[in-house]
Structures are given as structure tokens and as C-alpha cells.
């Protein structure tokens, strides 16, 4: 088979440039105004996530502190327990209450980063700076920041390193984020303690 040479670059140039395929450059970009790369809090649906994200490994219905929700969960164990009100147990999942997002959460899935530039796995040192926030050991939940907008609520959680005291309130030194879990004022299903 013989293929011109001029056709090898202008291939090339598309798939750097993420056209001609099906698998174009997504945002994965989580923000504190209620984004999750193309979806919104309170307005994207079932179908939209779908399309955002893929099919889902876990489909499950069950009932949070504060509504019934859908659960759409990404790289899950392989056996799930029966639904619970508590987060299930994925990297990644997507609560849909009232058939809209209410609660995205991600953990150890390097593919999101918050809109600050922070990411799974950046240093606290680092995410400090980013964020203008220092991280404190946190009361019951461990270190947390915690970003506020009107219609929404991200919760960054650190693991690793240490203080002087475990006492809430000290500075976290070393560590590293683990999670994100970003909230809806309007349609969170309550299904997180610390968040």
C-alpha cells in the first residue's frame, strides 16, 4: 500500500491539533463557580455527563441526608456495596438530584485540576500558593480548603505530611491533594461529612 508523503503531515497537524477525531481535547478544569470542564451544576443532566465522561462503571439510586439522588461513578471497585448515603466508592463520580448535577467528586484521578492550576498530587506548599490559602489541619476531616461562590462550594483535601501539634487549627507542612469535591447550594444530596 502507498501512501503520499503529503498526506503523512497534513495528518499529522490534525491530530495535534485535536481535529478529525472523535477524541478532541476536553477540559477537565474544576471550579468553584460550579464547572466541571463543559458541565455546570444545577443545569447538566444525566445525558450531559454521559457525553462529558463516558459510560459509567456504577449507575446507582439511593437517598442522601438531604434528597434522592443517581450516582454515576467512574473507576469503581470491582464489587460495589449496596447504596448508602455515603460517597460511593469510585475515583469519580457524578450525583444527579431533581436529574441534575448537585456533587461531582474525584480522588486520586490526575486528570482534573482545579481552575487555579492546583491538581491531584500538587504539593500543599504549592497549592498554597496557588490558591492564596494556607492549609490548616482540620478539626474532624483533615486538612481542608475550602472555596465559596454563590452557587457552589469546592472542598480541597490534602493527605500526608505533618504538623507541629495535630491540634485543628496548625499549618499542614508537606502532604500533597488528594481530593476534590465540589457541591451545589441547591441540589447537594448529602452524602459527605467533611465536605
Known amino acids: ?27 477537565h478544569v474544576i471550579s468553584v ?3 466541571v470542564g463543559p458541565l455546570r451544576l444545577d443545569h447538566s443532566d444525566r445525558a450531559q455527563v454521559i457525553a462529558y465522561a463516558g459510560k459509567p462503571d456504577a449507575d446507582l439510586h439511593s437517598r442522601g441526608d438531604f ?36 456533587l461531582f467528586f474525584t480522588l486520586a484521578n490526575t486528570h482534573y485540576s482545579e481552575s487555579h492550576g492546583v491538581a491531584i498530587g500538587t504539593s500543599t506548599a504549592r497549592a498554597a500558593r496557588l490558591l492564596r490559602r494556607r492549609v490548616y489541619l482540620g478539626a474532624h476531616c483533615g486538612p481542608v480548603v475550602q472555596l465559596q461562590s454563590k452557587r457552589a ?11 507541629n501539634s ?26 459527605t461529612d467533611c465536605s
Open 166 to 191: 495535630y491540634t485543628p487549627g496548625r499549618l499542614l507542612v508537606g502532604g500533597h491533594v488528594d481530593s476534590f469535591y465540589l457541591h451545589s447550594k441547591d441540589r447537594d444530596p448529602g452524602v
Open 1 to 27: 500500500m502507498r501512501t503520499s508523503r503529503a498526506v503523512i503531515p497534513v495528518a499529522c497537524l490534525l491530530a495535534v491539533a485535536g481535529l478529525g477525531s472523535a477524541g478532541a481535547a476536553v477540559s
Open 153 to 163: 462550594r469546592l472542598a480541597i483535601f490534602f493527605v500526608g505530611g505533618n504538623s
Open 33 to 35: 463557580s460550579g464547572a
Open 67 to 102: 434528597a434522592r439522588y443517581e450516582v454515576l461513578g467512574y473507576g469503581c471497585a470491582r464489587h460495589l456495596p449496596a447504596p448508602l448515603d455515603y460517597v460511593v466508592e469510585c475515583r469519580t463520580a457524578f450525583y444527579l438530584v431533581r436529574g441534575k448535577l448537585g
